[in-house]
């Protein structure tokens, strides 16, 4: 089992940063890719970003990708999302995810999901 424990989130105004931080502990060796992804109320989660665990290697929603950066530190089991320019239509609840193998971006395909974190961005 790999837990996950969100942190980071708030309240900012359009137009601020805010950096979201992810925290895995348990069978950490057994993750492949971690992600983000976010749900607005009465919707479906959607995906935000994912990361290679070991190779690095990032992929973004378009709605995100000029403005969010995903990162990691495995040495520390660490995933950060660096959020810029945040607009109202980014107010959600955040999730992180880990994933023992390869696959699409479908909330399905991860295995190991955080509490979540509540970004509230007003205008």
């Known amino acids: 089992q790999v837990q996950l424990v969100e942190s980071g989130g708030g309240l900012v105004q359009a137009g601020d940063s805010l950096r979201l931080s992810c925290a895995a502990s348990g069978r950490t060796f057994s993750i492949l890719r971690m992600a983000w992804f976010r749900q607005f109320p009465g919707k479906e989660r959607e995906f935000v970003a994912a990361?290679?665990?070991?190779?690095?290697?990032?992929t973004y929603a378009n709605s995100v990708k000029d403005r969010f950066a995903i990162s990691r530190d495995s040495t520390e089991n660490t995933v950060w999302l660096q959020m810029n320019r945040l607009k109202p239509e980014d107010t959600a609840v955040y999730y992180c995810?880990?994933?023992?193998?390869?696959?699409?971006?479908?909330?399905?395909?991860?295995?190991?999901w955080g509490q979540g974190t509540q970004v509230t961005v007003s205008s």
């Open positions: 995810a880990a994933d023992r193998g390869p696959g699409s971006v479908l909330p399905r395909e991860f295995d190991y």
């Open positions: 990361i290679g665990w070991t190779s690095g290697m990032t």
